[in-house]
């Protein structure tokens, strides 16, 4: 692999000295920027962009364009597993993500097979391997997928749910089926990441949205379980160069110590945790991201320089990284572009005395 002009991320990750606070944003393409807005509606749909290399590259490259940021993230979804898996993918307008053929009892799950990633799934690998043309070596392409426990409960509530009943009720009533689509799931995530890796991604992350529904034993056996399962089945180093693991389960603030053993590189951290609390309890065993608040960016600019201080004050000096700054969940839709160019400058603006080794 050529060598990166900006590897700040990956060092960062991977516990290096750097000069500075790297940064990315959860969700940095999408809806909030002007140029997105335009061309998803001239393709017509959401599931058209992510079907198509070359669009899902252009809007890679879209907030790339705008701001420094420190990496670029692949613009995809993670409903693309059980999409290829047949269940039918389809977003209605102000409803979010539905399937037509969710999964609803123990034949359904025993139907369904591992997508080939090459094949259901070759135009992700297209998209990834396009937008490592186009970026030429710039900047670190972040992969990722969801998590088994967080795809299950799309596939098996048919969409997205508030309540969580249906996956609840066969996770209590038919544990064995559960844990039979969870290891297809496990499964189908290690052949998926793996090709990205070998299609030219950096780093991946697994999106754990809705872990931080479930008790903590639950937590452990029904979803860490299946990510531990995948860490280990993962490739950890493509043409020498080593591929960081992050871990994000929203709502996960007590569980970090057991996040911190399945053998990832950083955890993601949601808003609800001093990064403090984090650093202090997951020590230097692995780095962390995060963590401001989405709604920050409503603020006005001193309110949002304010909050970078604090969570950079929180981390605290580092002379080996250990800190990627992001915000604790996606950006929401209908933030100002120009307020976010105001988090990203402030964040490498302030960050480097907190690096400086003398
Ligand atoms: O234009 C539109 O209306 C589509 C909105 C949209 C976008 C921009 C969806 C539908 N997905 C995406 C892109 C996306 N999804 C990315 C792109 C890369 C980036 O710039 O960051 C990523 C990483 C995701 C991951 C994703 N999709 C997650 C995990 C992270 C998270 O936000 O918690 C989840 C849970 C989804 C499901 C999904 N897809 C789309 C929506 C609106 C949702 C969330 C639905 C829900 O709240 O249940």
């Known amino acids: 692999m050529n060598r990166l002009k900006n590897d700040c991320y990956l060092r960062a990750l991977l516990k290096q000295p750097i000069d500075y606070t790297p940064i990315w944003i959860m969700r940095q393409a ?28 252009e809007i890679t490259l879209q907030p790339l364009r705008r701001f420094p940021l420190d990496a670029a993230i692949l613009f995809s979804d993670i409903l693309t597993i059980p999409d290829a898996m047949g269940l039918g993918l389809y977003f209605k307008s102000g409803e979010g993500p539905k399937f037509s053929n969710p999964i609803s009892c123990i034949a359904d799950i025993k139907k369904i097979g591992v ?49 969580f009943t249906k996956i609840k009720k066969m996770m209590y009533r038919e544990p064995i089926a559960t844990h039979l689509l969870l290891n297809k799931l496990a499964n189908s995530i290690i052949e998926y990441l793996n090709a990205q890796i070998k299609a030219g991604v950096h780093s ?20 860490l379980a299946y990510m531990k399962k ?63 608040d989405p709604s920050i960016l409503y603020a006005k600019p001193e309110r949002i320089r304010e909050e970078v201080e604090t969570i950079l004050k929180n981390f605290g000096y580092t002379n080996s990284g250990g800190h990627v700054f992001n915000l604790g969940h996606g950006i929401h839709s209908d933030v100002e572009p120009e307020s976010v160019r105001i988090f990203i400058e402030t964040v490498h603006k302030i960050s480097p005395k907190y690096h400086r080794s003398t």
């Open 30 to 57: 999408g809806r909030y920027l002007p140029e997105y807005r335009t061309t998803r509606s001239i393709s017509g749909s959401f599931l058209s962009l992510c079907k198509s290399p070359e669009l899902s590259s």
């Open 230 to 292: 995948i860490i280990n089945n993962l490739i950890h180093e493509n043409n020498g160069t080593r591929i960081p693991i992050t871990l994000f389960t929203k709502n996960s603030g007590i569980w970090l110590e057991k996040i911190a053993e399945t053998g990832c590189d950083s955890i993601a951290l949601d808003w609800t945790i001093p990064i403090s609390d984090a650093k202090y309890r997951v020590g230097r065993k692995v780095a962390l991201q995060g963590n401001m």
């Open 204 to 223: 991946v992350i697994i999106f754990d949205t809705w872990g931080g529904i479930l008790t903590t034993n639950d937590y452990e056996s029904f979803s």
């Open 115 to 163: 997508p080939d990633p090459e094949h259901e799934l070759q135009y992700v690998m297209n998209a990834i391997r396009q937008t490592c043309k186009e970026l030429k070596n710039a900047l670190p392409l972040i992969g990722f997928s969801g998590s088994p426990w967080t795809l299950a409960t799309y596939m098996v509530e048919g969409g997205t749910s508030k309540k």
